[in-house]
């Protein structure tokens, strides 16, 4: 096991590493409507039925025009990493999964989306999707869990001199879910069983959920040692206290890796969006 890899960030190191709002999530299934950005499509759906916040599931979905970006090193000490030049390939992208953030972004809806998807050429792919610039070519399908009770916002972070998706409202004492952010240098696993503890939830499943880490270790050995990556979740749960997460990485070149990820081996580099609902909820 090699020693737990950590960066420093530009700004003053939050006391609370994890944020964590509980309420009720609540499931629905709509379609994507052609024609329209991805943003749009997503989040029109969300806000109809009133929601404030929420994780969304996409799979075999259809964009053309597309346009993304993939981690990349920072350009100087304002931020730890960043992304590479925007790419915008000719022609329709597949999208394989994508994971998105639904929240609001100056007052109106917004989505933070992570995906790995084929390209026109057949290249395999994955990054952070510009959703207001991307849009949906073919009808597509997608499911998402959200939260009428807590609200997620862009909000500035002055640890990571970035602006990022913070959930906020009053955290029910009771609730089938778990809305949280996950600070940098916060082993993912560890840091997921944390909030299920804290929340009582000895038996639980991930929904959709996002973010970044620094490199990874996956439990097969394999390993990515690039000190930006954005990752999508899978598949994850809590099962007798313990976790498990399954995740799509991607690296600074745009390659894809995926496995079970080893406990206590994969710090968050920027942020990681979870959701988390209970599977054991009092009748």
């Known amino acids: 096991m090699d020693m737990i890899r950590s960066l420093r960030q530009p700004g003053p190191v939050h006391p609370s590493r994890i944020d964590a709002l509980r309420g009720d999530p609540y499931k629905l299934h709509f379609a994507l409507k052609p024609g329209i950005s991805l943003n749009e499509a997503v989040a029109a759906p969300l806000v109809e039925v009133g929601f404030q916040c929420g994780t969304v599931e996409l799979k075999a979905t259809a964009v053309n025009p597309f346009r993304y970006v993939m981690p990349g090193p920072a350009d100087d000490a304002a931020h730890v990493a960043y992304f590479t030049a925007p790419r915008a390939p000719s022609g329709t992208t597949r999208i394989e999964q994508a994971n998105a953030t639904f929240g609001w972004a100056g007052g109106k809806p917004s989505i933070?989306?992570?995906?790995?998807?084929?390209?026109?050429?057949?290249?395999?792919?994955?990054?952070?999707?510009?959703?207001?610039?991307?849009?949906?070519?073919?009808?597509?399908?997608?499911?998402?869990w959200g939260f009428r009770s807590i609200r997620i916002q862009a909000e500035p972070d002055t640890e990571t001199n970035f602006t990022l998706f913070q959930p906020s409202g009053n955290s029910a004492a009771a609730g089938r879910g778990v809305v949280a952010r996950i600070k940098p240098n916060q082993d993912i696993v560890e840091a997921l069983e944390t909030i299920a503890l804290r929340h009582g939830f000895r038996n639980a499943v991930v929904r959709g959920s996002l973010g970044s880490l620094i490199g990874a270790r996956f439990g097969d050995g394999g390993q990515v040692d690039d000190h930006a990556t954005e990752v999508l979740v899978r598949a994850g749960s809590i099962s007798d206290g313990k976790a498990a997460l399954d995740?799509?990485?991607?690296?600074?070149?745009?390659?894809?890796?995926?496995?079970?990820?080893?406990?206590?081996?994969?710090?968050?580099?920027?942020?990681?969006?979870?959701?988390?609902?209970?599977?054991?909820?009092?009748?």
């Open 247 to 283: 995740l799509l990485v991607v690296d600074m070149r745009g390659h894809v890796h995926q496995g079970w990820l080893r406990r206590g081996e994969n710090p968050v580099c920027i942020t990681f969006d979870l959701v988390l609902e209970d599977r054991d909820p009092v009748a």
């Open 112 to 144: 933070h989306c992570h995906a790995v998807w084929i390209e026109p050429d057949g290249s395999r792919r994955g990054g952070h999707i510009f959703p207001l610039e991307t849009i949906v070519a073919e009808p597509g399908e997608a499911t998402a």
